[in-house]
């Protein structure tokens, strides 16, 4: 069967069945965009953002929502379309507390990119005055409705990503907001603090209280690793500041685990800079732990192994690896035990 | 695992034994739960009503430790029933008619009565099964923390292969493993039978090899495992241990009797980031890099060998792991080992010597990793093994295997069956999630998780302070009643060093892969 196509800003384009308008924006390089929209999840068309205008069509039509269909003849950014759009950030920069510089998403934010790519220059709507009170009772997540555009991503990435099913919509009209079962805070909640709300915010509303004040977007180095936790192994983006990790997001469309994390992979980093870490090697004298140099640890090692061998044969030595730590490290402690010692007694923890 | 997480999402049938993965794999469980949200059907087998019960069709809650009974019995069906892929186990396997005779003695009558089951249960979730295919089949510790673990295990593999399930996307055997790098230690050789690669210690060429490629006489004796290791400490055998990055003193079971172990040892050695409870034993203690001081590779249960990378220097005089076994390496043996850095040990020692892993090297490794095998430098990746039905050793081979009941079971002096796993906001021993800013807020106490029966008749308020008791130690903690937890049943973490489960839990093994039986020991529960 012919691939189907249809008309995008003059250009013809091929499309498969049940495509979007905006996914076949997408996979042609067409820049449509967009706020609520989240990859894979249900459209809810509630941000007005990706509004397109397809010939023959009564309204713009939100892009996100609209079924490709073959000789569709739509432009992307035509005045109608700009003037629309507009109108729609307007609001949404109404529609709360949007100020940037005080907002920890400052320089990562959807609706600031958007009124910068429209060129929106000051506020023609009033906003509430009032909002409903910041939750920071919990010790991962600041909840800032004033800058909550109610987008439902959260919802979202809540309900259809991780299908933990903690949030929704809640109340109506100027009232509504995201709530959990009962509008209790999260940590009362059935929230279990995987935080994908967070990850996919697309302003400031939903925050990592760790990263808070830490350091802007535009300061920090992305470096990607696998996390230290379960033997799914996802793989996360570390936000360095100044050789510190500030705060952890998961690597989209990365495999395993797809732009996704738990509680222990995004909030579980900071063990590293605990001040319990062991800094020196200890030789223990009389019961009690001593500072002491590489040469003096390594050396009373090695010559302690090396008269053990001696007197009862490389078998009265056994070693246990690591299974958190990386491949390298197990390879050398077996070679070690192997190649030097001279002895296979050498396990770690995978039978428990 | 022998497919893959990308699997789990696109699976139609689903069947999760001994798994408690919105917890202990929570981003795996959310694969799985978008499955369900597809249509796809889940089945789960757990003693526990744990969170993935409200997303499956069946929940068959069987008592602790009757896998085996519980398996047989739905093969039992599936041969009785010609439900079984009569094509796929007469061309891809051997061994039916063993099996066969062995299940027979399972009618779903008996399996059930071991499980604690309704019977109908048996004969539905068999028909189920046999309903859609390709299902895939996830476990756990659940499975592995057993007497009998290696049964278990064994017991899945039959139960698909009858299935014709194995070699196929959204099919298999799927181990979940615990840990960051658990699959990797093993591919490393860190295990007292086999060099990196799974070659055999005792294979006259494997050790020839080896010995060519390290440049010394190599033993041909299998070295004990972590048990026999702990025993040998006490019986004198053992006189140095060289512990890196474990906390026996709370991880194994029966924490008296691991640091009877510990202070026994002549000269230990312990290696790690943390001062921990097992440090405390040492006589030297070696400052490691963590986690993201150092390059290297982590290996997860999908066999995929991913890049770990450094963002800061250890603290300290602390050093690369690798680093200090090379150092000793010349200091004991005078050796130079010319690797210096992970990258240098990947790239020209492992990669070189384990088949499975030679086309896996740094530059590969930008991206998403590589799954293993990798035979060669152009390889893709193995995303799902034994390809369709084709198993790597010839054919799959079923193995009879026969119910046997936990080691200690409850009696009238210890009436509940103690079962432990991982909670979701702790990770082990705490050394790492118990110094997380705000994890300890989110769970800051270990509790005995209870039935709303045995509360009852017990007396026992949510909350209340009451003391576990079992042959070997006891612990008080705040009971948790929640209908999670089946009657009879005992729930604990070991997460806490006041109340870990392993002041109870029974030091005997599975006799082949020497697994302690965590999943069940005798606990009585008094009120204080």
Redesign the interface.
């Given at each position: 069967m012919a691939k189907s196509t249809l008309m995008m800003n003059g250009r013809e384009v091929g499309f498969e069945p049940g495509q979007t308008i905006l996914d076949v924006a997408r996979a042609h390089g067409v820049d449509i965009p967009s706020l609520c929209y989240l990859k894979d999840c249900t459209p809810t068309g509630a941000c007005r953002v990706c509004l397109v205008e397809i010939k023959g069509a009564r309204s713009l039509m939100a892009a996100c929502a609209m079924p490709a269909a073959p000789g569709m003849e739509i432009l992307t950014e035509s005045e109608k379309v700009v003037k629309a759009r507009k109108l729609n950030i307007e609001l949404l920069l109404a529609s709360g507390r949007h100020d940037c510089v005080t907002c920890e998403a400052n320089g990562d934010c959807t609706l600031q990119d958007l009124a910068y790519r429209y060129k929106i220059s000051e506020l023609r709507f009033e906003r509430p005055e009032k909002w409903y009170p910041t939750e920071d009772l919990?010790?991962?997540i600041i909840r800032d409705f004033s800058r909550c555009v109610l987008c439902g991503r959260c919802i979202q990435a809540c309900n259809?990503?991780?299908?933990n099913r903690a949030i929704s919509f809640g109340y109506r009209g100027a009232a509504a907001k995201i709530i959990t079962s009962g509008d209790k805070p999260y940590?009362e909640s059935d929230c279990?603090?995987?935080g994908q709300c967070v990850e996919v915010c697309p302003v400031g509303a939903l925050k990592e209280?760790?990263a808070k004040g830490l350091g802007r977007p535009w300061e920090v180095e992305k470096?990607?690793?696998?996390?230290?936790?379960?033997?799914?192994?996802?793989?996360l983006w570390?936000h360095?500041k100044d050789?510190?990790?500030i705060k952890v997001t998961a690597v989209e469309d990365?495999?395993?685990?797809?732009g996704?994390?738990?509680?222990?992979?995004r909030?579980?980093?900071?063990?590293?800079y605990?001040e319990?870490?062991?800094?020196?090697?200890?030789?223990?004298e009389n019961g009690e732990?001593r500072p002491?140099s590489?040469d003096e640890?390594?050396?009373?090692?090695?010559d302690?192994?090396?008269g053990?061998i001696a007197e009862?044969g490389?078998?009265?030595?056994?070693?246990?690896?690591?299974?958190?730590?990386?491949?390298?490290?197990?390879?050398?402690?077996?070679?070690?035990?192997?190649?030097?010692?001279?002895?296979?007694?050498?396990?770690?923890?995978?039978?428990? | 695992m022998t497919n893959?997480?990308?699997d789990f999402a696109k699976a139609k049938m689903l069947l999760v034994i001994g798994s408690n993965m919105?917890e202990?794999?929570?981003?795996?469980a959310?694969?799985l739960?978008?499955a369900v949200?597809k249509g796809g059907e889940l089945i789960l087998v757990d003693p526990r009503r744990t969170d993935l019960a409200g997303?499956a069709s069946i929940h068959a809650p069987i008592k602790v430790g009757s896998d085996i009974a519980f398996i047989n019995g739905l093969m039992h069906v599936l041969i009785k029933e010609d439900l079984y892929d009569k094509k796929y186990v007469d061309s891809c396997c051997t061994g039916f008619e063993t099996i066969k005779a062995k299940v027979m003695e399972y009618p779903p009558e008996r399996a059930a009565e071991i499980c604690g089951l309704d019977v109908d249960m048996i004969y539905q979730v068999a028909r189920r099964l046999a309903a859609v295919k390709p299902a895939m089949l996830m476990y756990t510790l659940g499975i592995t923390?057993h007497t009998c673990g290696v049964n278990n295990v064994l017991s899945c593999a039959n139960l698909q292969m009858m299935l014709g399930n194995v070699g196929f996307e959204c099919g298999g055997v799927n181990p979940?493993?615990?840990?960051?790098?658990?699959?990797?230690?093993?591919?490393?050789?860190?295990?007292?039978?086999v060099?990196?690669g799974y070659q055999k210690?005792g294979d006259p060429q494997a050790q020839a090899k080896?010995e060519k490629l390290?440049?010394?006489?190599?033993?041909d004796?299998?070295?004990?495992?972590?048990p026999h290791?702990m025993d040998?400490l006490v019986t004198g055998?053992?006189?140095?241990?060289?512990?890196?990055?474990?906390n026996?003193a709370n991880?194994?079971?029966d924490i008296k009797h691991v640091e009877h172990c510990l202070e026994s040892a002549?000269?230990l050695?312990c290696q790690?980031?943390?001062?921990t409870e097992t440090t405390r034993f040492?006589?030297?203690?070696?400052?490691?890099a963590?986690?993201?001081?150092?390059d290297?590779?982590?290996?997860?249960?999908?066999r995929?060998?991913?890049?770990?990378?450094t963002?800061?220097?250890p603290?300290?005089?602390?050093?690369?792991?690798?680093w200090?076994?090379?150092?000793?390496?010349r200091?004991?043996?005078g050796?130079s080992?010319t690797s210096n850095s992970?990258q240098e040990?990947?790239d020209n020692?492992?990669s070189v010597e384990a088949p499975q892993l030679c086309g896996v090297k740094y530059a590969r490794l930008e991206?998403?990793?590589l799954q293993w095998p990798v035979p060669s430098l152009d390889h893709p990746g193995t995303c799902t093994l034994h390809k369709d039905g084709c198993f790597t050793c010839g054919q799959g081979r079923f193995t009879p295997v026969d119910w046997t009941p936990p080691a200690e079971v409850p009696d009238a002096e210890y009436p509940f069956t103690l079962s432990t796993g991982r909670r979701?906001?702790h990770?082990h021993t705490r050394?790492?999630?118990?110094?997380?800013?705000?994890?300890n807020?989110?769970l800051g106490e270990e509790t005995a998780d209870i039935s709303p029966a045995d509360a009852d008749s017990l007396g026992i308020e949510h909350g209340e302070m009451i003391r576990l008791r079992s042959r070997r130690g006891e612990v008080a903690l705040k009971a948790k009643v929640t209908d999670q937890v089946p009657p009879g049943m005992v729930w604990m973490a070991f997460h806490f060093r006041e109340a870990c489960a392993n002041w109870l839990t029974n030091p005997v093994f599975d006799p082949v892969?020497?697994?302690?039986e965590?999943k069940a020991c005798a606990v009585r529960i008094e009120k204080l």
């Open positions: 919990n010790p991962m259809e990503v991780q299908v940590h279990v603090f995987c209280k760790k470096v990607r690793t696998t996390c230290p936790y379960c033997g799914v192994g996802c793989q570390l360095v050789g510190k990790i990365g495999a395993p685990n797809q996704r994390l738990c509680v222990k992979g909030f579980g980093y900071d063990f590293i605990s319990d870490r062991l800094k020196t090697p200890l030789i223990k732990f002491a590489w640890a390594l050396d009373l090692v090695a302690k192994f090396k053990i009862h490389p078998d009265a030595i056994a070693g246990l690896s690591c299974a958190r730590s990386i491949n390298e490290d197990s390879y050398n402690m077996q070679k070690l035990f192997r190649a030097v010692i001279g002895t296979n007694n050498i396990d770690h923890c995978a039978r428990t | 893959s997480f990308a919105t202990a794999h929570p981003v795996a959310t694969f739960k978008n949200l997303f923390e979940l493993r615990g840990q960051n790098n658990v699959q990797g230690a093993c591919d490393m050789g860190a295990l007292p039978n060099y990196p210690v080896f390290w440049g010394a006489k190599l033993s004796k299998p070295g004990l495992v972590m290791m040998g055998k053992i006189k140095a241990f060289y512990i890196f990055g474990e026996l991880s194994e079971p002549e000269f050695v790690d980031i943390f001062p040492a006589d030297v203690i070696f400052p490691a963590a986690w993201s001081e150092n290297g590779t982590f290996t997860n249960s999908e995929r060998v991913s890049r770990v990378r963002v800061s220097t603290p300290g005089e602390a050093k690369p792991n690798w200090i076994f090379k150092e000793l390496a200091r004991i043996g050796q080992w992970a040990i990947w020692e492992v991206g998403d990793g979701l906001y990770y050394t790492q999630t118990g110094r997380c800013q705000g994890l807020d989110l892969s020497w697994t302690a965590y």
